[in-house]
């Protein structure tokens, strides 16, 4: 089976009436949580901020949080950097990465462009999550110290700039889908453990790969026939091949619900140790910890720094979570400041933090992503608690209520008056006559 051309035929022939209603309202989801996350990330991120600077040029595209119109693929890359930067970022752990961050800023970008529908931009935003989280699943398991950021997303946001360009020829999207797929960026999962601020813009060079792919093939340059395998899995791929079938169930079955949501602004990782430590808090006097063992698996056992560096460094180090969550009322944006960081005020429980990988929740990972966390006071009284799996997927969902919640308090304060009407927009996309009714409730001053 060739799978590049029975996906670039889904991505040809899927209109909006055939996505069910329910995988549109979970999108619809997803395009609010990601949208206030991006903008409240590039005003957190002073070399975000820089970068756009240096960049500027005259277009039609919105940077979210910024009055600031610019070209295409600036605005593209540009939006997902700022989305990395909080790490509140909505993931897919079927598909390994987080997808919105890197495809909804490209469709986002190619919609203004064309100034096209709401609807136009929901169907074009949805068939590209689609196709590259199902990219992203068959290459699965993937290589040791890689950061998916920047790999397999170019392709579903190729797919979707090509749809929202209206160029929907079978042929054509299976050639952008292999020139994408020959753009994989070499990314290092060790720069979000020592705080290297490049990987926050890893997902930046995603969505920027999808632009080029779509300009390639326009200008006619053609992609590799096997570019799939002989390319993007050996690039990534633990095994340098297709691992499972991209096809299970297409059509039937779309992916975008299986996805999770985030409400601690740090790697997902640590969100079960979180958990954890968060129904132990209220037992114990903090002054009497004696010593704090994380139990996970493997990959999240890798971030055991007590040292971290930055707020990019701090939101990798289990050691400095877990102090800060004993620490501080609420864990939130605040928590990873760098000036947090600086104070050292957690270095006293960082330092007995200890973080072990469990063989019995490593065999559960990556379906599920475990954490036992066991405290022992200085008089030898242990606590425990076992947490499977962190809220916020499929399994164990966040409610509307709290999906809101997360959007307004994250929404940046210079955006706060247009909160009802950016819902509203994204509610009833379908009904809007251009995208720009929705981004520009994003430029503060617009």
């Known amino acids: 089976m060739n799978y590049i051309t029975r996906l670039a035929e889904f991505a040809s022939i899927t209109r909006l009436k055939d996505i069910p209603i329910n995988e549109r309202t979970h999108a619809k989801k997803i395009i609010m949580d990601t949208m206030a996350v991006i903008a409240r990330g590039y005003l957190e991120a002073e070399y975000i901020q820089n970068l756009a600077n240096m960049m500027r040029n005259d277009g039609r595209c919105t940077i979210l949080g910024c009055d600031a119109r610019v070209k295409e693929q600036t605005a593209a890359l540009i939006n997902s950097s700022s989305g990395t930067v909080l790490e509140l970022d909505e993931g897919h752990r079927i598909a390994g990465s987080h997808a919105a961050v890197q495809i909804l800023p490209a469709t986002l970008a190619a919609s203004e462009f064309t100034a096209c529908s709401g609807k136009e931009f929901l169907e074009a935003f949805i068939i590209g999550y689609e196709v590259g989280t199902r990219i992203g699943y068959a290459l699965k398991p993937f290589r040791e110290g890689l950061h998916t950021h920047g790999t397999w997303a170019s392709i579903g946001a190729a797919i979707a700039i090509s749809l929202v360009f209206d160029k929907r020829d079978q042929e054509f999207l299976e050639n952008i889908m292999r020139i994408a797929a020959n753009m994989a960026h070499s990314t290092s999962w060790e720069t979000a453990i020592t705080g290297a601020t490049i990987r926050n813009v890893y997902a930046g060079l ?50 975008i619900t299986k996805n999770y949501f985030k409400i601690f602004p740090c790697c997902g990782y640590t969100h079960a140790a979180i958990e954890a430590t968060l129904s132990i808090k209220n037992e114990i006097e903090i002054d009497q910890i004696g010593k704090i063992i994380v139990y996970t698996f493997r990959d999240a056992a890798m971030l055991n720094s007590k040292n971290p560096k930055n707020s990019l460094a701090a939101k990798f180090s289990i050691p400095y979570i877990i102090a800060k969550t004993l620490l501080e009322d609420e864990l939130n944006i605040e928590s990873f400041k760098d000036e947090k960081v600086a104070k050292k005020d957690w270095k006293k429980i960082a330092k007995v933090v200890s973080v072990v990988q469990d063989d019995e929740i490593n065999r559960m990972f990556p379906e599920m992503w475990g954490a036992k966390v066991s405290i022992v006071l200085n008089n030898g009284k242990k606590f425990e608690k076992f947490v499977d799996n962190p809220r916020g997927d499929w399994r164990k969902p966040f409610d509307e209520k709290q999906l809101l919640s997360k959007f307004e308090s994250t929404l940046p304060y210079i955006l706060k008056n247009n909160n009802k009407e950016i819902l509203q927009k994204i509610n009833t996309l379908e009904k809007l006559s251009t995208i720009n009714m929705l981004t520009d409730l994003f430029a503060p001053n617009r």
Request: proline share 2%; hydrophobic share 40%.
């Open 206 to 255: 995603a969505s920027l790969a999808g632009f080029l792919s779509y300009s390639f093939s326009n200008a006619g340059i053609k992609g590799q026939k096997n570019a799939l395998i002989s390319s993007l899995a050996k690039a990534i791929s633990s095994t340098g091949k297709i691992n499972a079938n991209p096809l299970i169930n297409l059509e039937k079955e779309y992916f």
